[in-house]
């Protein structure tokens, strides 16, 4: 680590005389060195000896980044402050003073910075464009984490008027559409284009969009190729990994050890392996906590490393010199997922599992882990990696902690007599096509209520409002208050019924219902996320509990909450096999991992790693893109395939395409 050689007054003495240019190329040596306290020295020194240079606003501006980087915020703070004082009119100066603000915890008056700087942008430059629209995505995301999400589409959307190539930016807007249950999705702008946001927002929006999982890889490809890019330092040679012959180093890649769904549901996992088989290493690249269940993870690992500070090829050559054999990748394309890491290879074998329910469509993983009900063999061309199978894919904690003091229904605000259906999904799963199943089952169901997790007054508005214009009472949705993880699962047992969400249907929530006893009613479609909880009902073992069309669920949710008896039997079969069940058996789904593990180490040593098939993906979402995917709902179309392939060989008579192993095979239509 480099030390700081020369003294506060010998600094001083240098650099006062300096110009500005001058003063910048020295902090540059300063920091090349790693001298930091020599850089605040110095740029101390020159401030206190040049009060009226005319650049002053600009060196405290530089001084204020050098004193963020060591943490001294509220000095930093000062500069920015002095610096507006000197030039009104320097953007950055505002942009970096909302983001001290905002991190240290004074959120609303960062949104008065950004407000400032934006209300004294006058002159149409490129640089002032890149200012204001930097100024409006920063305001937007720290008005959202305020749940001011209505204040936050605004600016996100004025943002995109001024400059529509902004992919992270589209992201957002779109999720954030989504969370607010605003429908239709993408919603199209006077410069802004319905294919702009179908084109660039996430893989896990389009999950959330339609059950369509062919546009869901060729989307999910465009992510890849464009917001990950290839790396040119991937590594192609693991010798330490190649030459390791003892138990198979697993390494599992995640942000989200902690308190959080997947970690959740990761808990008794790498505890649980045979370590004669697995020498278990977890990566974790997420927040920095010391939370009770991080904790746990790092008892639990062989080693456990964290690496939020590396940057990706440090952290890539950590797990290669680790020997690291198989990588999971518990992240994908979710928050915080290390993916540009995950492309530098560093590991000969990546596996794809939990984090991100669906493909990945990128060069590098080899294998995903699924079951025989969420990826059935006719529909594995529908991904781009080699599907691997579990009894049932998804774990579970069977020492989940529930809190003693059980709430009564009127506690809740619900009726003491009437059928209560219940969906705790988050809100961006709620599709328009799902909420009117949802009124429809209402209607035909005298005195039931539907109890869904309460959102911003806004969205909760917005819902009440839909359901009174389809004649449905608004009291008739009920929406229970956040609650701490042992006090939501004790209310759990004051529903019926769990109506599950399509095509991005429940996943940890499912596994919570179903622990609790209750049962849950779902909708299989064709997509990964659409199907997972019908794999986790029927591996709890009410498989009749999982329709195959959207309208066979409506009756049988009807039908269940005119059955009270039928309902009873339900919860008694779901209680007496809760502690046999596949979907709680965490020693049977570990030694499932291991063995899929071995197989493929055995692969990747007999030359048998499967490549990844991203064959005419650009032509996949370039056909995808001329549906409305909001206007049809794709999981009510019988033949799926034959509607896709009706689409591509329209296509082909304009522009030919290439043979594939998916849908582009049929020589008569595509000759």
């Known amino acids: 680590m480099a030390t700081d050689i020369l003294s506060p007054a010998l600094i001083a003495s240098m650099v006062g005389h300096l110009s500005v240019s001058d003063l910048i190329r020295t902090t540059e040596t300063f920091k090349q060195s790693g001298q930091l306290a020599s850089i605040e020295a110095a740029y101390a020194a020159w401030v206190a000896a040049n009060p009226n240079d005319p650049l002053l606003y600009a060196v405290l501006f530089n001084y204020s980044i050098a004193l963020t980087d060591t943490g001294k915020l509220e000095a930093a703070k000062e500069c920015l402050e002095r610096a507006i004082a000197l030039n009104a009119d320097f953007m950055p100066a505002y942009i970096n003073l909302g983001r001290i603000l905002e991190r240290l915890g004074k959120i609303g008056l960062a949104i008065i910075q950004w407000s400032a700087g934006l209300a004294r942008m006058a002159a149409v430059s490129g640089q002032a464009v890149m200012h204001k629209t930097t100024a409006l995505n920063q ?69 959330a969009l339609a059950d369509d999982p062919l546009m869901q890889l060729a989307l999910a490809d465009r992510y890849n190729r464009r917001d990950v890019g290839s790396s040119q330092g991937a590594l192609t040679e693991w010798p330490t990994a190649m030459a390791h012959d003892g138990p198979l180093r697993v390494g599992y890649l995640s942000s989200d050890l902690r308190e959080h769904a997947v970690g959740y549901l990761m808990t008794e996992v790498l505890g649980l392996h045979d370590r004669e088989k697995v020498e278990v290493h977890a990566y974790y690249c997420g927040i920095p906590t010391d939370d009770a269940l991080h904790r746990h993870f790092k008892e639990t690992s062989d080693r456990f490393t964290v690496i939020t500070d590396l940057d990706d090829a440090a952290a890539a050559r950590r797990m290669a010199d680790d020997g690291i054999q198989i990588l999971v990748d518990l992240n994908g394309y979710t928050r915080d997922a290390r993916l540009k890491l995950v492309a530098l290879r560093p590991a000969p074998v990546i596996v794809n599992w939990l984090g991100y329910p669906g493909t990945m469509a990128s060069p590098y993983h080899h294998y995903l882990i699924a079951d025989d009900w969420i990826i059935p063999e006719e529909n594995e061309i529908y991904f781009s990696e080699k599907v691997t199978r579990l009894p049932c894919y998804q774990p579970s904690n069977r020492n989940r902690v529930v809190s003693p003091t059980r709430p009564t229904r009127a506690e809740a605000g619900l009726p003491e007599e009437g059928m209560v259906y219940c ?27 539907l109890w869904l997790l309460g959102g911003p007054e806004a969205t909760v508005g917005r819902l009440r409002d839909y359901a009174a214009s389809r004649g449905i009472a608004p009291e008739r949705l009920v929406f229970a208050d956040k609650a701490a993880n042992p006090a939501h699962l004790a209310r759990y047992p004051l529903a019926d019924l769990f109506l599950d969400t399509t095509p991005y249907g429940a996943h940890t929530t499912a596994s919570d219902a179903l622990w609790a006893g209750v049962p849950v009613l779902t909708a299989s479609g064709r997509s990964f996320a659409s199907r997972v909880c019908g794999s986790l009902v029927r591996a709890a073992g009410l498989p009749e509990l999982v329709c195959a069309t959207p309208e066979e669920y409506v009756e049988r949710a009807v039908a269940l909450g005119a059955d009270r008896d039928a309902l009873a039997a339900l919860r008694e079969r779901l209680a007496a096999g809760r502690a046999d069940c596949t979907l709680f058996d965490m020693p049977g789904l570990v030694r499932g991992l291991e063995g899929l593990y071995a197989a493929m180490w055995r692969d990747c040593r007999e030359g048998r790693l499967p490549r990844p098939d991203l064959a005419n993906l650009e032509v996949y979402l370039e056909t995808a893109g001329q549906v409305d995917h909001e206007a049809i709902e794709v999981q009510g179309i019988a033949d799926y395939r034959g509607w896709w392939t009706d689409q591509l060989a329209r296509r082909h008579r304009l522009r030919p395409i290439s043979r594939d192993a998916r849908l582009v095979a049929d020589p008569l239509l595509f000759p």
């Open 423 to 449: 969906c705790f999904n988050g809100s961006h799963k709620i599709h328009r096509h799902t909420f009117d199943r949802w009124l429809t089952i209402l209607a035909r169901v005298p005195e039931s209520v």
């Open 139 to 207: 305001s937007a995301r720290a008005l959202e984490a305020v749940s001011q999400d209505e204040a936050a589409e605004k600016m996100l959307r004025e943002s995109l008027e001024l400059d529509r190539d902004q992919r992270e930016v589209v992201q957002h807007l779109v999720a954030l559409r989504q969370r607010q249950c605003e429908w239709p999705v993408l919603l199209p702008s006077e410069r802004v284009s319905r294919e702009t946001l179908f084109m660039d927002m996430s893989p896990l929006s389009a999950a």
